[in-house]
């Protein structure tokens, strides 16, 4: 089922603010976030020296996938089937990879994937072979460890060995996750983007102003805050991004009315913005809560949010982050003062 169906049928199912994914598998919160800054900050840390850090967040993220959404009946299934026509299927149908086919003989698993995302951006990455790690970890609850991987732009083969070592990570648990990103009421907001071509769906995939958005359950960007590696480097790669896409002469008004519609579009949660001279305060309510056990961090997204917000003035950095119930605040400042946030803008 392609993603259009999906959203047709009512599968991919969207709140104010959150997109909840009831394919196949257990429902899950995916967020929308662009390909091109996702895909450009893994490079980044790969680039100086963090590669195998990239390798093991991916790793966990695919474990706490399988684990915490694959029905118990399913795990009953051959792997063969569960690797192609389960997981293989779920991620073409939201258009992370373009197809995948997987061999195994013995402990050894062999995995053809094309148009796989992030290797399409960037080419040969660690995370994208630590992401299979972690699926077939799932799925065996064995520890697999990638012994060769041949990858390029269009197409990618690894080949996987299983250990005799029990991999496992920690969950909240299907029930905490599932009770924490409920959303309420009913909203058409990303189909009515879509009817509009606001964000034009071609091949499977997503298109916002020209830039590839890639729709994917919100874990990740959990486990990229609670590492926080090269953090920075997600604002310069956000600025750079959003400057092709943004009006420069466009009013302040408009600027946060795009950023507003861009985040709760996006899956990001319920919005609000506040702004005045030397401040500006996103309010989110019911931000995508992740998988992991323990905390939840927003850095990544704050990061992203800053770059945005650089493209009104190269002067703001992020004051902080405050947390209360199920209400998100990210602070941005000029100077590191608030002041003068103005009132609340609701556009």
Avoid at 5 to 23: D, H, V, W
Avoid at 35 to 59: F, N
Avoid at 133 to 152: F, K, M, N, P, W
Avoid at 198 to 224: A, C, P, Q, W
Wanted: proline residues 2%.
């Amino acid at each position: 089922m392609r993603l259009s169906e999906s959203l047709r049928k009512n599968i991919m199912q969207t709140a104010p603010g959150g997109i909840t994914n009831r394919f196949k598998i257990s429902r899950r919160r995916d967020v929308l976030f662009f390909e091109e800054i996702l895909a450009g900050y893994i490079k980044a840390c790969e680039d100086a020296g963090y590669g195998t850090q990239m390798k093991r967040i991916a790793k966990e993220w695919g474990f706490l996938y399988v684990k915490s959404f694959l029905p118990e009946f399913m795990e009953k299934l051959p792997k063969r089937i569960l690797l192609n026509s389960v997981m293989g299927k779920v991620l073409m149908n939201i258009g992370l990879l373009g197809g995948l086919r997987a061999g195994i003989k013995g402990s050894g698993i062999t995995l053809s994937v094309r148009d796989e995302a992030v290797t399409r951006c960037v080419g040969e990455n660690q995370f994208c072979m630590g992401l299979w790690e972690g699926v077939i970890s799932g799925l065996y609850r064995r520890d697999a460890e990638a012994i060769s991987a041949s990858q390029t732009r269009e197409k990618s083969v690894y080949v996987f060995s299983l250990r005799d070592a029990r991999f496992d990570r920690e969950s909240k648990g299907k029930g905490r996750y599932i009770a924490l990103n409920r959303t309420f009421g009913e909203n058409g907001e990303l189909k009515r983007c879509l009817r509009m071509r606001i964000i034009i769906l071609k091949e499977n995939r997503m298109y916002f102003r020209g830039k590839s958005v890639v729709l994917g359950e919100n874990t990740l960007f959990h486990l990229f805050g609670l590492k926080k590696i090269l953090a920075g480097r997600i604002a310069e790669l956000s600025y750079s991004c959003f400057r092709d896409v943004i009006d420069p002469d466009s009013s302040l008004d408009s600027k946060m009315v795009m950023l507003k519609n861009i985040l709760q579009v996006f899956g990001w949660g319920e919005i609000t913005i506040r702004y005045g001279a030397k401040g500006v305060t996103v309010e989110i309510r019911n931000p995508p809560y992740g998988m992991q056990k323990g905390e939840d961090n927003w850095t990544f997204l704050a990061n992203a949010v800053l770059g945005y917000i650089l493209l009104v003035d190269r002067r703001y950095r992020i004051f902080g982050m405050r947390k209360s119930g199920r209400v998100l605040e990210m602070l941005y400042s000029i100077g590191g003062v608030m002041k003068g946030k103005g009132a609340a803008r609701r556009e």
